[in-house]
């Protein structure tokens, strides 16, 4: 653990402690947490409950092995393992390997940057927030619409659907991520 | 290299996001953002909002014995994965989907070459190599077409593409693409229809080339 986890959420920490020292205990803990919101996340897209925990678990143990991927600047916890999550299931259905773009480590040894880390939790936040605030229809859109549930057709015709609206939100964090990855070519 | 202008459209990275996408788009989305830093930050973004969702989506309790089995399996060894990494102009995921190896070039005459990545029902991904200053001929789409520049360039007349570019182009474009003088032209093309070419030739040629 680093001087700094103390500010951080429980998952970022949970994750880091599994990335940087291989811990258990917070593995399980990160299991606690995302292996029920991973089951309901893939029924719901007409998965059977054997075959979704056969993708929680696919899931759970890519986190595991793929732990020193995880680059708390860049991620939260929730939006990794939803990357993680959508190709997982992918594979699983086509039985083939989804076209990923080439991953960008973090430099080995990276000092984490909680007040940088804290700034992409409170942007999470704000977007989170916004979205509570869309009406029942819109928020029922976007949940299809990131559920994968929406052809990207539906997605650019869905004139309902806010992604102006959220995409301001997302424009602020932007310019943060654009820094971040300036140099990580 | 000069800066990428011509980026993925909003929709397009919120459906790579979610994996919606037909796999021969993906590739070239997935291609695209590696080399384009603004796109990744804008699908990361994208998978923040998915993120949420999935914190914020109804929960399922899992069975029994599924923690104790992925706790039990921590120790096993992975299961090896191919990594490909950037190999000249092309990006990794074109080296994953070229499984590694060198393009296997096909002429289409005038010097044009083609390098079929896949085709299936979906629509085809395939690479294309334009001599500098050539034109490809005259053609339409039944649907989409994405075309990512992975060296030179070309123009249409929609613009002008250089490395990086990313070129959208639906049913209703009727264009005539020409590679930039200098270095030949490598393009990264997926459609999700046949094209339809405006001359007889290539119209008979199509089914024998599959493009």
Redesign the interface.
């Known amino acids: 653990m680093t001087p700094a986890s103390a500010d951080l959420s429980p998952q970022t920490a949970w994750m880091l402690a599994v990335r940087d020292g291989r811990d258990?205990e917070a593995?399980?803990a990160l299991?606690?947490h995302?292996?029920?919101?991973?089951?309901?996340?893939v029924?719901?897209s007409g998965t059977s409950?054997a075959q979704?925990?056969e993708i929680?678990?696919e899931v759970?143990?890519t986190v595991?092995?793929r732990a020193h991927l995880f680059d708390p600047h860049?991620?939260?916890?929730?939006?990794?393992?939803?990357?993680i999550?959508?190709?997982r299931?992918?594979d699983v259905i086509?039985k083939?390997?989804?076209?990923?773009?080439?991953?960008?480590g973090e430099d080995p040894g990276t000092e984490p940057d909680a007040s940088q880390i804290m700034a992409l939790d409170q942007?999470?936040g704000r977007?989170?927030q916004a979205?509570e605030r869309l009406n029942p229809d819109q928020r029922i859109m976007?949940?299809k619409?990131?559920?994968?549930?929406?052809?990207?057709h539906e997605?650019?015709e869905q004139t309902g659907l806010p992604?102006g609206t959220?995409?301001s939100r997302?424009r602020l964090?932007?310019e943060r991520?654009?820094h971040?990855?300036?140099g990580?070519? | 290299m000069t800066a990428i202008t011509h980026h993925t459209p909003d929709a397009m990275l919120a459906a790579y996001a979610s994996g919606s996408l037909a796999d021969p788009f993906a590739l070239v989305v997935a291609a695209h953002v590696s080399l384009c830093p603004e796109c990744r930050a804008a699908l990361e973004a994208h998978q923040t909002l998915g993120g949420i969702v999935l914190e914020t989506t109804r929960s399922e309790a899992p069975s029994a014995g599924l923690k104790s089995s992925v706790l039990a399996r921590l120790d096993e060894p992975a299961p090896p994965e191919p990594h490909y990494r950037r190999s000249g102009v092309f990006p990794g995921p074109v080296m994953a989907a070229l499984k590694g190896r060198p393009p296997r070039w096909k002429s289409l005459g005038l010097g044009v070459r083609q390098s079929m990545l896949s085709a299936d029902r979906d629509g085809s991904v395939r690479l294309l190599y334009i001599p500098p200053g050539q034109a490809v001929p005259d053609h339409s789409h039944n649907g989409l077409e994405l075309t990512l520049v992975l060296q030179g360039s070309f123009a249409d007349e929609t613009g002008q593409f250089g490395v990086g570019d990313l070129e959208v182009a639906g049913s209703d474009l009727e264009h005539m693409p020409t590679a930039g003088v200098g270095a030949p032209c490598i393009c990264l093309a997926a459609t999700d229809a046949p094209l339809r070419f405006k001359s007889f030739l290539p119209r008979m040629l199509q089914p024998l080339f599959r493009i």
């Open positions: 258990r593995f399980a299991f606690d995302f292996a029920p919101r991973l089951k309901g996340f029924m719901r409950g979704a925990e929680v678990q759970m143990l595991w092995r860049r991620a939260q916890v929730s939006a990794w393992i939803y990357q999550a959508r190709n299931h992918i086509r083939e390997r989804r076209p990923v773009p080439e991953e960008l942007e999470t977007l989170k979205l976007v949940e619409a990131y559920l994968g549930e929406m052809t990207h997605i650019s992604l959220i995409k997302i964090g932007l991520l654009r971040e990855l300036k990580m070519r």
